[in-house]
C-alpha cells in the first residue's frame, strides 16, 4: 500500500516534505537543514553527501549558480513501521540561474525517514531526474 500507519505520523511527514520544499524555494539552507538527521544523506545521478556539513557544502555549491528556485513536489507513498519510514515523492523544479537562463527539471525522491525526538527527518534521500530541461 502507498499509505500506512497512523495518520498523525503521516501528517507529520507531509509536513516535513512541504518544509523541504519551502525552505527550498526561498534558499534558506538554515530551514532546509532542519528537514535532515545530523549523518543525513543525499544521494543523486551527480552526487553523494553525508552530514550536515556536506550537505551544507553541496548546497552551497548549487546556490552559487542560483539565482531563484521553484520547489513544487507530490508525495506518492508513506509507509510507516514504528520510528522509521519510507516515502516516495516528485519534485518538481524551476531554476533561475544567476548567470541567465532557465533550468527545468522533474526527479523522484526515494526517502528513508527516522522520527528522533518526536519529529521526523529525512535520515537519506535518493533523488533520480525523470525529465531534464536545460538553459539555451
Not at 519534485?91 to 528522533?116: F, N, P, T, W
Amino acid at each position: 500500500m502507498a499509505f500506512t500507519g497512523p495518520i498523525e505520523d503521516r501528517l507529520a511527514i507531509r509536513d516535513l516534505y512541504g518544509s523541504y520544499g519551502d525552505a527550498s524555494s526561498r534558499g534558506d539552507v538554515e530551514d532546509w537543514l532542519t528537514c535532515w538527521t545530523e549523518d543525513g544523506q543525499w544521494r543523486t545521478h551527480v552526487f553523494d553527501r553525508s552530514g550536515k556539513g556536506e550537505l551544507r557544502e553541496q548546497w552551497d555549491m548549487l546556490w552559487a549558480n542560483f539565482d531563484k528556485v521553484a520547489f513544487l513536489g507530490e508525495v506518492g507513498s508513506i509507509e510507516i513501521d514504528g520510528d522509521k519510514a519510507t516515502g516516495r515523492s516528485v519534485a518538481r523544479e524551476i531554476i533561475a540561474l544567476s548567470g541567465g537562463g532557465i533550468y527545468k527539471l522533474v526527479g523522484r525522491y526515494e526517502d528513508c525517514l527516522v522520527r528522533q525526538k518526536g519529529k521526523w527527518l529525512f535520515a537519506r534521500r535518493n533523488y533520480q531526474p525523470i525529465v531534464e530541461e536545460l538553459p539555451e
